[in-house]
């Protein structure tokens, strides 16, 4: 009953904003980000100039042609930058108008802050104290959804939703003859439901980076927006939209068509040239039809949910459309990488070696060459990897195909330019490059990438082998996370999840994991706390041995967790420049993360949670696991104690569980 009533609220919503988005309304507030890492003190100089940036913002939201417009204020320390977008169809007028409301009211939302982003439905009017022309940024970013879910075939509208919005994508991006970088697209999921969508970059940006960061933007959809009826990924540097109304100005000429999509070739899209009375006609029947659907679903929902929950997470087999255009030819490979000369070998991990290589197209490439051989028939083995390359997400290493050719096999991946973390939070010469904002976006990083694996309903994947050198880190230092999935081809008994050989990662490893192979979502939890507690102390935990107390890493944070002065355990090299809040925050999540009991570690949704918002209230952590023996007292019961295995960075792969 309750379930009805929001339908019909949510129907009556529908047709309002079904109407009123056609008009010349007011501009609509979004969403807005004031960064709080950076901050100016109130009258001066710099505050200044980001008054009259913002005014020279809103008197130059006439002269701009494309809606976009990008200026700056002051000179250096105290320069400003700052720019605007208009989305591509909104009139020049209301444009004006929406600039104009959106500068007033970031000054008055972000009082302090030297970065501020503004979203409106209509424009984004964003400042920062760096260059941000011809820059992509991704963050800070914003998703939203509607809170409905789509009614239907959801696999068959997530395929449709993906290809409308690759198509989209390539065209602004590489087919943009309006200069706005901006397109919007309509298709039919069923016959009486039309999906609406918008992708816009903006214009400074070239085609390679429009590309790159509505990628990314799209890459976020399963995780902000899986199966609900509306999206939004708003990223600094372009944005994207979809809903099953209406929401920009529908016109005859400006309608995209879009090609047909390759793999779902059953869809149909077209040019739309419907008027007005037509679009409400059907706007109205939607309405409708949702009624009746809504109704019928009620019934149908429980069952189907309870159906869809009893899917094992690891038995996901099927057949991947598409498999050929992810086979590259041996020869492609060998020509890209020099014939694997060792000047191309940029590094050995868990599953073989990596080289850098260079498609005759340009791209840069990381082939890993594989070592082991995987226990699955090629069929399957191919499924497993084709599945893989759908994985994209901005905080995971894209697989872009492999190649398989006899006993050769090799993964080709995305390059990342700025090695992995280990090189990083580890080295005392390059330790000073990582200050705490930057350390603090790549834990926020890892975070998102992690929830990704864990929560995308198609594959649910645990890594198993999180650490801190399989974290790549790319030009703007945003972290990528690399080796996920392999875990679930290399390792033999997968029928169930207590497997009998381990990978993993001495000092990464959960106890139940290391001890009785046990694996779960929460043994990644597990490790992302120590990469926390790793990335803010800059210190291993697998070699962390204070001789005084003899404690690792793991006991040492909580013993000064304790004693309430968690911020003891910090780099020095990190500086003076953090907010001691968002420090301690950090340790408190690491902690709960690395509790010994799995059931008290939180799920990846609520770490997310937990690091981005300030007013979620963190409960106190327990006791955390511990590795090192502390003299005798800790050995694992048996023989062969975890201790005497504490080979650094060896990979523990074949350990018998107990
Ligand atoms: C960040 O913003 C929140 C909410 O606006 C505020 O409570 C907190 O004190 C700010 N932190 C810093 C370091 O300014
Ligand atoms: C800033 O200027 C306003 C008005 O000129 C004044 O009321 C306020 O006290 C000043 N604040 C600081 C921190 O100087
Ligand atoms: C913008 O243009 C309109 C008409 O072209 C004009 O009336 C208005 O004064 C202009 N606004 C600014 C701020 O220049
Ligand atoms: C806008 O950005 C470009 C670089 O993308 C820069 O050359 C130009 O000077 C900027 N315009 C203004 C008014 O600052
Ligand atoms: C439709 O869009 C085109 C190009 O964007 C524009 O020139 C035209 O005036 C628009 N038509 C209407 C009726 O808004
Ligand atoms: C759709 O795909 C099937 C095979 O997947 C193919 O036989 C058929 O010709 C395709 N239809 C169109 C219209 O391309
Ligand atoms: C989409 O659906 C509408 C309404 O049912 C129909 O008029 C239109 O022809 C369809 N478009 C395509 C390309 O099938």
């Not at 901050?39 to 020279?56: C, D, G, H, M, V």
């Not at 169930?496 to 490893?509: A, L, P, S």
């Not at 909580?558 to 910090?570: A, S, V």
């Amino acid at each position: 009953m309750a379930s009805l009533f929001a339908n019909v609220v949510f129907v009556l919503l529908f047709i309002f904003l079904s109407f009123s988005s056609h008009g010349e309304a007011a501009p609509t507030y979004t969403s807005h980000y004031c960064d709080n890492i950076t901050s100016f003190t109130p009258n001066s100089t710099y505050q200044a100039n980001i008054r009259t940036l913002l005014s020279s913002l809103s008197s130059h939201s006439n002269s701009s042609t494309n809606g976009f417009y990008n200026t700056t204020a002051g000179r250096d320390p105290d320069l400003v930058y700052g720019t605007f977008l208009c989305r591509g169809d909104v009139s020049a007028h209301l444009c004006r108008k929406c600039v104009e409301i959106a500068s007033n009211d970031i000054a008055r939302r972000c009082v302090t802050e030297k970065l501020g982003v503004i979203w409106y439905d209509e424009c984004t009017v964003r400042y920062s104290d760096q260059n941000i022309f011809s820059i992509i940024r991704e963050v800070p970013g914003m998703d939203i959804s509607s809170s409905e879910s789509i009614q239907g075939d959801k696999d068959g509208f997530n395929q449709l939703l993906s290809s409308v919005m690759k198509s989209l994508m390539n065209r602004v991006a590489y087919d943009d003859q309006s200069g706005k970088r901006f397109a919007t697209g309509e298709a039919n999921f069923t016959r009486l439901q039309t999906l609406y969508s918008l992708v816009q970059c903006t214009p400074d940006l070239t085609d390679a980076l429009c590309f790159r960061c509505l990628q990314s933007a799209i890459a976020s959809i399963p995780m902000c927006c899986d199966g609900k009826q509306g999206g939004r990924v708003l990223l600094p540097s372009c944005n994207i939209r979809y809903d099953m109304s209406p929401f920009y100005r529908l016109n005859g000429t400006a309608a995209v068509v879009l090609p047909s999509p390759s793999p779902p070739n059953s869809t149909k899209q077209g040019k739309r040239m419907t008027s007005l009375p037509i679009i409400v006609a059907i706007v109205a029947l939607v309405v409708a039809s949702l009624v009746l659907l809504a109704l019928g679903l009620l019934v149908l929902r429980k069952k189907a949910r309870k159906k869809y929950n009893a899917v094992p997470e690891e038995n996901v087999v099927e057949d991947v459309e598409g498999l050929e255009s992810l086979l590259f030819d041996l020869s492609t490979i060998e020509a890209a990488v020099n014939n694997f000369s060792s000047d191309n070998k940029i590094g050995e991990g868990g599953f073989g070696e990596v080289y850098k290589g260079k498609l005759c197209s340009g791209q840069e490439i990381a082939v890993k060459k594989l070592s082991k051989n995987s226990n699955q028939g090629t069929k399957e083995f191919k499924n497993e990897l084709a599945l893989l390359t759908k994985l994209q997400h901005r905080n995971l290493v894209r697989l872009l195909g492999f190649c398989l050719d006899g006993e050769e096999k090799f993964l080709v991946y995305e390059f990342v330019p700025n090695k992995s973390l280990d090189c990083f939070i580890f080295d005392p010469e390059r330790q000073g490059e990582l200050d705490w904002s930057r350390r603090f976006k790549i834990i926020q990083g890892i975070c998102r990438g992690l929830l990704y694996l864990h929560e995308d309903s198609r594959l649910r994947i645990v890594h198993r082998d999180l650490k801190a050198s399989n974290i790549l880190l790319d030009e703007d230092m945003n972290a990528k996370i690399s080796d996920f999935g392999l875990a679930r081809i290399f390792v033999v008994d997968q029928t169930q999840t207590n497997t009998r050989r381990i990978v993993g990662t001495y000092g990464y490893m959960a106890p139940e994991y290391a001890m009785q192979g046990q694996f779960s979502m929460k043994s990644d939890v597990f490790s992302f706390g120590v990469l926390i507690l790793e990335i803010i102390s800059g210190k291993k935990n697998s070699s962390f041995y204070d001789s005084e107390s003899a404690e690792d890493l793991i006991s040492h944070s909580w013993k000064l967790w304790r004693e309430g002065t968690p911020l003891e355990m910090m780099d020095p090299n990190i500086g003076t420049n953090y907010s001691r809040n968002e420090v301690a925050r950090c340790i408190h999540v690491g902690l709960l993360c690395v509790q010994e009991d799995p059931t008290k570690r939180p799920m990846m949704t609520t770490v997310v949670l937990m690091l981005e918002s300030y007013s979620v209230s963190l409960p106190q952590p327990q006791s955390p696991a511990s590795f090192l023996c502390r003299g005798n007292e800790l050995s694992p019961q048996g023989g062969k104690g975890l201790g005497e295995l504490s080979n650094n960075e060896v990979s523990i792969t074949e350990l018998e569980p107990r």
